[in-house]
């Protein structure tokens, strides 16, 4: 080892002649474990922070606080020569020798490895080399720093090109023929990393020279069954090919092509081919704008000469401009050019009540539309990102990106090697995205006056308007030819004939400049004559209604939210909204449901600030959170009854519910609701509601789980956990840790994960609640049936099975029955899964639960299908398809059916799989489900006739 050594493959090591150097622990140790990432290199301090502190958590002192860690740094190092901390305007730097750090040496090492050609006469030494480069881990690498999401990616990283140069050097001892070593190995690392490919087929052909083709097949069958169950994927093509290889002994020829490949990975089954239509409807009176037009159709003319690039065109300017009705406008005329369908989402950028539309939701959206199988949907945006651009890669696809707030929350969103087109438009100008993605600007400025009259015209009785012309040109004025402002005067105009238009000029002239200039730098427009005008026209209870609108956290929703707000009836209080829509003071896009222009929802909160004194605003926040509290508990309760509920407080009065008469209305309310559900979380935690902020993310729970709306669920939840400490609510506190160990788990974020799991299980632990605990405990069990370990995974499935049976839980005792069964033939103990199901199914029955009776049975099938006996198998199978059919689970009828069909497949009863895939692929298509993509590739003759057990 050289005189002075760091190491950071593992916990930070410091070394000075062979003696261990002290380095204070916390931030000092976090920030030389950064600077030696970026050994000989200038780190900006925005880096730094990143790494030191979780995102939104750095202090305002976090600056300063950086400095004086670089200054216990280099009192560390002040006589150490060889080491030498510097700082610049462009941040900090560490400077060290090039053989004093064991990442550098690892991957000096492990390019003179990768330098040998395959063919080396020598692969003994290429081993060896890789073995001296491996010896450098102690352990996870910048261990230091695995507490921000930024050096978990970083970390995370570096475990890839540990994994990497371990199954280099596996190949390397394959072709040194030590496969006895291999077959070892190769099992022990594949129990820690069953996902990947590479690893599983090294493990194979080790098997396969050591005589034991039998195994090795098993190791193929393992892996395809992990891969169907985890991901909703089959093997890989190189993979597929081995297991063919060896089923017909000629692994030989395939082996330098499978150990060269760097990183096998799954293969998506391919999707049906769907064709969105996203584009709101096109304004039927739409006018002038020819001349941005005709610019439009230049450009597209222009990029149809290099169709492998995505054209992307920025419209920008003010708000109220009409950039959207501009977009959807042209975007309608050019949709025939893109026939793979046009995407849109409105991303929010300026939404005074919610946050933006992150890129993670909108990609999201995106992937249900062309559509990616939600089951197959990979976690984290990177990775959504890939499989987007994936799906675009060779589609034709227009794609609006409306209000958007700056080039960061667009990027993720745009198309990679693609013949689509990507308008985007914003109040911001954009500048980085013309810069770095070559976007095309066209600014949208104001109509001209010609422009504006023809609006008007298209919307006015012509005589009218050859009545009195010098007053709509007055109109034309006092609105600065703003479209929004014109469209409220000219729906106030129609509705009611018998106003002059010279009294509705004068009217604009006495009100113009009581509302604030738009606050994007161009003071040109002033809307609030048009806006205060039109209110002021309105009865006095739509008055109220629009004032107290400002309050609300998201869009208004439906007619029984806003009724709550207001404090009324809904009967009474819809005449009120169609008031206000027919007066463009909202919109509803939907019928029933409403929203509010974001210039609009500011107007109404400056209105509601003046008008109503603060009592009677916060009581017409309670009712509206109220209204969604006790609105959510129901639908929750509705979808998931057998789950153990809580307690509400009473509901206040005048609040209206939603009709919500079965499951299906449920799940549509939650749905069109989740994105202002989740806003009234963190809304009821800033403004004071806390016992209504963790109670309505306790509602959401199941919802954005089983939804896989991991980033929401983390937000709200992480809201809602700081109101339950300000109250002092230790069972809320405990509720909202479970729901974000759940939500971490699902972003594969395990340590986290635990950490809240088990502080949630001493929470409840301290309660005495075994009901939670139990509930905890299958929580921890699913966290570590997603690591794969399937032993600590069993574990907690019998501590809540104890808990449910001490507790006499029938509902929480049968489904955990089921799971531990389903462990135990996860784990290949299948006797044991036989009587943990047969246990669950007896309960089930004692129980009447046929949902409950259908796992079971679908479980034991499964099992018995592993064994061989497929008689029993077909026979559970069946049963469940029944019992899914009585209690209305269509969709898991359909997940036996394939199940079923895959049996009948294997056993070569290809005629019996034909009939149920059928079946199982009517009702999917007529659910519109995704997974009919699966079956119907399966009747198409992609199924593999092998047995599909666990070996």
């Known amino acids: 080892m050289p005189e002075i050594w760091f190491g950071v493959l593992g916990p930070l090591e410091v070394r000075i002649a062979g003696a261990a150097v002290a380095v204070p622990d916390g931030r000092p140790r976090q920030l030389l474990t950064a600077l030696l990432l970026n050994a000989n290199q200038f780190v900006s301090v925005e880096s730094l922070m990143d790494l030191l502190w979780r995102e939104n958590e750095a202090p305002p002192t976090a600056r300063k606080a950086v400095q004086v860690y670089m200054s216990k740094l280099r009192q560390l190092f002040a006589d150490v020569p060889q080491v030498a901390v510097r700082a610049s305007r462009h941040g900090y730097r560490l400077d060290v020798p090039a053989d004093a750090l064991d990442l550098r040496r690892f991957r000096d090492i492990a390019a003179r490895a990768a330098a040998a050609p395959p063919g080396s006469a020598d692969p ?15 352990g996870p690498a910048l261990a230091e ?12 990283a570096l475990g890839e090109e540990r994994i990497v140069a371990t199954e280099a050097r596996l190949d390397a001892l394959l072709r040194a023929g030590a496969h006895r070593q291999v077959a070892g190995e190769a099992a022990q690392l594949l129990a820690e990393h069953p996902l990947r490919e590479r690893l599983r087929g090294q493990l194979m052909i080790a098997l396969y020279r050591c005589g034991r083709q039998a195994e090795a097949l098993s190791v193929f069958e393992a892996g395809r069954q992990l891969l169907r169950e985890d991901l909703g994927l089959d093997p890989g093509r190189e993979l597929r090919d081995l297991h063919v290889a060896i089923l017909n002994g000629t692994v030989e020829h395939l082996v330098p092509r499978v150990a060269a490949t760097a990183n096998l990975r799954p293969t998506p089954l391919a999707v049906q081919p769907v064709v969105p239509a996203q584009l709101p409807t096109d304004l039927p009176s739409f006018v002038g704008r020819t001349s941005y037009l005709d610019q439009l159709d230049g450009l597209v003319a222009a990029w149809s000469g290099r169709p492998s690039a995505p054209l992307v065109v920025s419209l920008t300017g003010t708000a109220g401009i009409g950039k959207t009705t501009l977009a959807v406008h042209w975007a309608h005329r050019i949709r025939h050019r893109f026939p793979d369908g046009q995407l849109y989402v409105n991303l929010r950028g300026f939404d005074p009540g919610a946050a933006p539309t992150s890129p993670g939701e909108a990609i999201q959206g995106f992937l249900d539309a062309l559509p990616a199988p939600a089951g197959r949907i990979p976690l984290g945006l990177t990775a959504q990102t890939g499989l987007y651009r994936s799906l675009l890669a060779d589609r034709r696809v227009l794609i609006v990106l409306d209000n958007a707030r700056d080039a960061e929350q667009i990027r993720p969103l745009l198309p990679g090697a693609s013949a689509s087109l990507v308008v985007v438009t914003s109040r911001n100008r954009l500048t980085s995205l013309v810069t770095a993605e070559g976007a095309q600007p066209v600014r949208v400025d104001l109509l001209t006056a010609a422009e504006s009259r023809e609006l008007l015209a298209a919307r006015l009785a012509p005589h009218r308007l050859a009545a009195e012309p010098e007053a709509l040109d007055r109109i034309v004025g006092h609105c600065a030819r703003l479209p929004l402002a014109l469209a409220i005067v000219a729906a106030r105009a129609a509705t009611n004939p018998e106003f002059r238009l010279a009294a ?15 606050d994007d730098g161009d003071r040109a427009t002033d809307v609030r004559a048009a806006f205060s005008w ?9 008055q109220r209604l629009f004032r107290l609108l400002g ?59 003046g008008h109503e004194p603060e009592p009677a605003r916060r009581a017409a926040v309670h009712r509206l959170l109220d209204h969604y509290l006790h609105t959510a508990h129901r639908a929750n309760r509705m979808l998931y009854p057998y789950r153990m509920s809580i307690t509400l ?12 008469g079965d499951k299906q209305q449920a799940l549509a309310w939650f749905t069109d609701e989740r994105a202002t559900l989740l ?61 974000l160990g759940v939500a971490y788990a699902g972003m594969l974020r395990y340590d986290d994960a635990h950490r809240h799991l088990v502080l949630a299980l001493d929470l409840f632990a301290e309660l005495a609640d075994p009901v939670q605990r139990a509930d905890v405990h299958h929580g921890l069990a699913w966290v570590c049936d997603r690591q794969g370990d399937h032993e600590t995974s069993l574990h907690h499935s019998l501590e809540a099975l104890a808990l449910y049976r001490r507790i006499a839980d029938l509902a929480g005792l049968a489904a955990t029955l089921n799971s531990v069964g389903w462990t135990h033939a996860r784990l290949g103990n299948y006797s044991e899964a036989l009587r943990y199901c047969h246990e669950s199914l007896v309960l089930c029955n004692e129980y009447d639960d046929d949902a409950y009776r259908a796992n079971a049975c679908d479980s034991l099938g499964y099992t018995y299908h592993q064994l061989g006996e497929d008689e029993k198998a077909v026979e559970h199978y069946r049963r469940a398809v029944e ?46 489900h995704p997974d009919a993509a699966e079956v119907r590739a399966k009747l198409d003759g992609g199924a593999l006739a092998v047995p599909d057990r666990a070996g």
């Open 145 to 156: 720093l695995t507490g921000t999401a930024r050096g978990q990616r970083l970390s995370a």
């Open 124 to 138: 003994d030494a290429t081993a060896r080399l890789l073995a001296e480069a491996l010896d450098l881990w102690r």
């Open 679 to 739: 806003t009234a979380v963190e809304y009821a935690a800033r403004n004071g509601f806390d016992g209504h902020s963790w109670q309505l993310a306790w509602t959401l729970a199941t919802f954005l789980r089983r939804g896989g709306y991991w980033h929401g669920k983390i937000a709200a939840h992480r809201a809602a956990l700081e109101a339950a400490r300000r109250l002092g609510d230790r069972a809320g506190e405990a509720h909202m840790q479970r729901g």
């Open 504 to 518: 509705i000029a004068a009217e604009l002239g006495e009100a113009r400049g009581n509302l604030d200039v738009f």
């Open 551 to 609: 309050l609300h956290p998201g869009g208004i929703g439906t007619a029984a939210g806003a009724a709550s707000l207001a404090g009324v009836p809904a009967e009474r209080v819809r005449p009120l909204l169609t008031e206000l829509a027919r007066a463009h003071l909202i919109t509803e896009p939907t019928p029933g449901r409403y929203g509010m222009h974001d210039l609009l929802r500011a107007y109404a909160r400056e209105l509601v600030d």
């Open 534 to 542: 039109s209110y002021r026209t309105l009865g006095p209870p739509s």
């Open 883 to 928: 019992l899914h059919r009585g209690a209305g689970s269509r969709y898991y009828e359909t997940r036996t059916l394939t199940r079923l069909g895959d049996l009948f497949a294997a056993s070569g009863d290809l005629g019996g799989a034909d009939r149920v895939w059928r079946e199982a692929l009517d009702i999917l298509t007529e659910l519109d």
């Open 649 to 660: 407080p009473d509901v206040a009065p005048d609040v209206a519910g939603e009709r919500l």
